[in-house]
């Protein structure tokens, strides 16, 4: 019977909808920045909802929200979710879309009386997009002790509030401990964020790991002077530096080829003025791989560059890195059990890596992890044209409904078995 037991497709778009509909943006899309208003309004939503299926709900010091049902056997759970906050300009689905799969799932399983060996859990962690409080994955890598409470709770936003004033003034600093319970498992489902699921015509992807990250933030500090009167020789120009480290990074990426990955997605110049040659600026600069050498490789490279750009140009340059992981392989054997599962309910699958980073890669940590990708139409995300097609929603919340059906009863041997 399990076996043939599938999720309720409409139930799951309309909670999507719902939860879209707070922090509405133009498009179509949301913006629920981490420790907003609207995040707290998402927030509530989306507990409203758990306590409604009769889950236990608990609250943890950074944040998270983890939600169980019992099994038969007490004990660590099968554990799913990710998380509901969002960039400034986010779609229905990054995050949203697992968090509510995860819900979809525990309600069949009530409707059906379906009892699982181990309790099942449902988790949304706290600040996973590092859009107002760097590094991303925040909530999860406190969770899995990859950084202190204390250390979180200090983080400054890129709006000047501090992470542990927010937490209190939405109501959200719970009293759960951190590090959090290691689950049995966990597996995510995400929609892909990227195009090649849907150019190879693939439904659904059996995720192998994620790659690495580095964020840094630049700090250039030049010299604010008449860009009429300056000759060009005798600039310290902050604005040429960003540019070129702009142009930098992508020729830098091509250069290097396979998975590398490199973007200046923040540039802030100082005075800003058409007629006057930057003082300052302050840029990002996001750098990805899939091969920790690699991105070792690309950082130097980029060091190097830094180094001569300020000696050349008469320029100060800082840096402060804002977030740092290496890449992640998922288990294999739950990557299997993802494969197989889509396989045996007729759909296309393919193995692939994330170029995403997620709170999978976290908790990768701590238990055997997993992830079930759909896909994205043209590959867009962190926009309002964010669009995956219902029958793929649908089918990702089928696949891992079965995967967690299937890992239910799997013995991974021990801790060890991550």
């Not at 489902?189 to 195009?195: A, D, T």
Request: glycine share 12%; hydrophobic share 40%; net charge negative.
């Amino acid at each position: 019977m399990a076996e043939s037991l599938r999720i309720n497709g409409e139930r799951l778009l309309a909670r999507i909808e719902e939860l879209a509909s707070i922090g509405a943006i133009d498009g179509g899309g949301s913006c629920r920045l981490a420790l907003t208003d609207e995040d707290r309004a998402g927030r509530d939503l989306v507990v409203t909802w758990m306590k409604d299926l009769g889950l236990d709900v608990s609250i943890d010091s950074i944040g998270n929200v983890v939600a169980v049902r019992a099994g038969k056997n007490d004990g660590p759970a099968t554990m799913t979710g990710s998380h509901i906050d969002t960039v400034k300009t986010g779609g229905r689905y990054d995050g949203n879309l697992g968090v509510l799969a995860g819900l979809e799932i525990i309600e069949s399983l009530s409707e059906n009386n379906i009892q699982t060996q181990h309790p099942v859990a449902v988790a949304f962690f706290t600040d996973e997009e590092g859009a107002r409080f760097a590094p991303d994955m925040l909530g999860s890598l406190v969770y899995v002790g990859g950084m202190t409470l204390e250390e979180a709770l200090d983080i400054k936003g890129v709006d000047g509030s501090k992470v542990g004033d927010e937490l209190d003034r939405i109501g959200y600093r719970g009293t759960s401990p951190c590090p959090g319970p290691s689950p049995r498992a966990f597996v995510e489902l995400h929609i892909e964020q990227g195009p090649v699921l849907e150019v190879e015509g693939i439904t659904i992807g059996a995720v192998t790991g994620v790659q690495g990250i580095s964020w840094t933030e630049l700090t250039v500090t030049g010299e604010s002077n008449h860009a009429g009167t300056t000759p060009m020789a005798l600039r310290h120009d902050s604005g040429f530096a960003a540019a070129s480290i702009s142009t930098y990074v992508r020729e830098l990426s091509i250069e290097m080829g396979g998975s590398q990955v490199a973007t200046v997605g923040r540039l802030e110049l100082n005075p800003n003025l058409v007629n006057v040659v930057a003082g300052s600026a302050i840029l990002t600069v996001d750098l990805r791989n899939t091969v920790e050498e690699r991105l070792l490789e690309a950082e130097n490279k980029l060091a190097d560059f830094l180094s001569e750009l300020g000696s050349s140009e008469g320029l100060k340059i800082e840096k402060r890195q804002l977030a740092r992981f290496e890449p992640v392989e998922f288990n294999q054997e739950v990557v299997s059990t993802v494969e197989n599962v889509a396989s045996r309910m007729g759909h296309s699958v393919m193995q692939l890596p994330s170029g995403a980073g997620h709170d999978a890669q976290m908790m990768a940590r701590v238990c055997p992890t997993g992830m079930v990708f759909v896909p994205s139409h043209k590959g867009i995300s962190h926009n309002p044209q964010e669009h995956t097609d219902p029958e793929d929603l649908i089918a990702g919340c089928n696949v891992l409904f079965q995967t967690i059906l299937e890992l239910d009863t799997t013995d991974f041997g021990g801790a060890e078995s991550k």
